[in-house]
């Protein structure tokens, strides 16, 4: 069969693209924004990608036409494939159909720490023989690629809550009726499509309606927002987690930038997680993972150890190079929760080394100015901070950013950005740049102005 997914570059078409070629089927797609990683992925899978949304690209006509929720009416594709009349779908109803019936799925989701847990999550079902198939927003560094089709029965997913396609406007994770199902965590957040916290809350609601009576949800102990949302009925057993409070899943002698920690779980000690990971977030993580793969069937023992071998999500506090004794990571935060936690892990790791925080609000609801009240204090534990402010961006940077004085410089274009950080940056420093998309690549050009600086 020959699919045709428009969107392929986006990490989760990518990785439906990805599975397609692995059940058999030819598989091309299209995208106007293309960028590594998942560009990359596809090159090297041999995937044909075609650039923009020409008409022309659907000749000859594909079996079936696989839309992604970044397209919508209007688009010349998009009116080809309807005039057409050729059979489409989305991304998340074709997984259902085609890769998720009559297996386990085990679902992260979330507004923060989905695609790390899963990656945690797939990476110890691996370690315990399992090869589990996954689909996950990120690439693991363990796998090297963010999908894989996998052996029966384990499927691991990350389950996104933002809308499914023009056509169907429910929340991805509701086509995946998951057996195991994490819920990491609840803010407000994709602004572009929901009004409020109830409407993501009711959505959230809507997968925990999925999950059977035999299965598993896994929460954590002190999130009020998932609380309300289990409040609207739950007819699954919850095991909870908690770093600060009495839950089944709980930490003990963590060290403080959270590298080396004790899992407790039912009150008795269970080992250590010694790893390259750092932040009280990743612990978390860590215990929503080993719940969900001991629900799986994999013995603690198993997945402690796997954690202790587990090395981490490309973008997820990514050691991109050093330069000079100034080390450049990149991150994928976009939401000020994030973007405070990632800061904290990393002040954590350098005591009081100076870090500088590089920061792209590019997600819609970063672009609409939702959260930006809350950037100045997500952004206070760093030393300095440069913000990338382009055109499109709906509030006034300056002026939202004055609480932090000098230490906040706001920049309209990459070019001056990236001038600016090899020019401040000094031996020992950390340089922390974040973003959800490709951020005109500053993070390999600050590693170059720092070399000729060299």
């Known amino acids: 069969m020959h699919i045709h997914i428009l969107g392929i570059c986006g990490t989760f078409m990518g990785g439906v693209a990805r599975i397609a070629q692995a059940l058999g089927h030819e598989v091309t797609g299209s995208d106007a924004n293309v960028y590594p990683p998942m560009s990359t992925q596809l090159e090297e899978a041999g995937i044909r990608l075609m650039e923009g949304w020409d008409p022309a690209h659907l000749e000859p006509a594909p079996d079936v036409v696989v839309i992604g929720n970044a397209l919508s009416r209007g688009n010349p594709v998009v009116e080809q494939v309807l005039d057409s009349g050729l059979p489409y779908t989305s991304g998340p109803q074709w997984l259902a159909e085609n890769v998720l019936r009559g297996r386990w799925v085990l679902a992260v989701a979330g507004t923060h720490g989905k695609t790390t847990t899963a990656s945690m999550l797939a990476w110890i079902l691996e370690h315990a023989g399992l090869?589990?198939?996954?689909?996950?927003?990120?690439?693991?560094?363990?796998?090297?690629?963010?999908?894989?089709?996998?052996?029966?029965?384990?499927?691991?997913?990350?389950?996104?809550?933002?809308?499914?396609?023009?056509?169907?406007?429910?929340?991805?994770?509701?086509?995946?009726?998951?057996?195991?199902?994490?819920?990491?965590?609840?803010?407000?957040?994709?602004?572009?499509?929901?009004?409020?916290?109830?409407?993501?809350?009711?959505?959230?609601?809507?997968?925990?309606?999925?999950?059977?009576?035999?299965?598993?949800?896994?929460?954590?102990g002190d999130d009020a927002n998932l609380e309300e949302v289990l409040g609207m009925g739950c007819w699954t057993p919850v095991e909870r987690f908690s770093l600060h409070g009495e839950a089944t899943w709980s930490v003990a002698e963590a060290s403080a930038d959270g590298s080396r920690f004790e899992v407790v779980c039912g009150g008795e000690p269970a080992g250590r997680v010694e790893w390259s990971l750092t932040g009280r977030h990743n612990m978390a993580n860590a215990l929503a993972a080993l719940a969900a793969a001991r629900h799986a069937g994999v013995p603690l023992s198993v997945g402690i150890e796997a954690l202790c071998r587990f090395r981490g999500v490309r973008r997820r506090m990514e050691l991109r190079g050093e330069v000079r004794g100034v080390r450049v990571y990149d991150d994928f935060a976009h939401h000020p929760t994030a973007i405070e936690t990632t800061l904290s892990g990393l002040r954590a790791r350098v005591g009081k080394g100076r870090i500088i925080a590089v920061l792209e609000p590019r997600s819609n609801t970063m672009r609409a100015g939702v959260h930006a009240q809350a950037l100045p204090g997500s952004l206070a534990q760093a030393d300095q901070v440069l913000l990338f402010a382009p055109p499109a961006l709906e509030w006034d940077a300056g002026a939202v950013m004055a609480p932090l004085g000098g230490r906040c410089r706001v920049f309209g274009e990459t070019g001056a950005l990236v001038e600016a950080v090899a020019e401040t940056a000094a031996e020992g420093d950390s340089v922390l740049v974040m973003s959800n998309g490709g951020f005109e690549n500053v993070h390999a050009r600050i590693l170059e102005a720092l070399e000729a600086r060299s």
């Open 131 to 220: 090869e589990p198939g996954f689909l996950i927003g990120g690439v693991p560094r363990d796998f090297g690629v963010s999908a894989r089709a996998g052996e029966l029965p384990f499927f691991v997913v990350e389950a996104d809550e933002y809308d499914t396609a023009f056509f169907d406007k429910r929340s991805k994770f509701v086509h995946y009726r998951p057996r195991t199902c994490v819920l990491n965590n609840l803010e407000f957040d994709h602004a572009d499509i929901f009004d409020d916290l109830a409407q993501i809350q009711r959505q959230f609601h809507h997968l925990v309606r999925t999950v059977p009576g035999g299965g598993l949800l896994v929460a954590p």
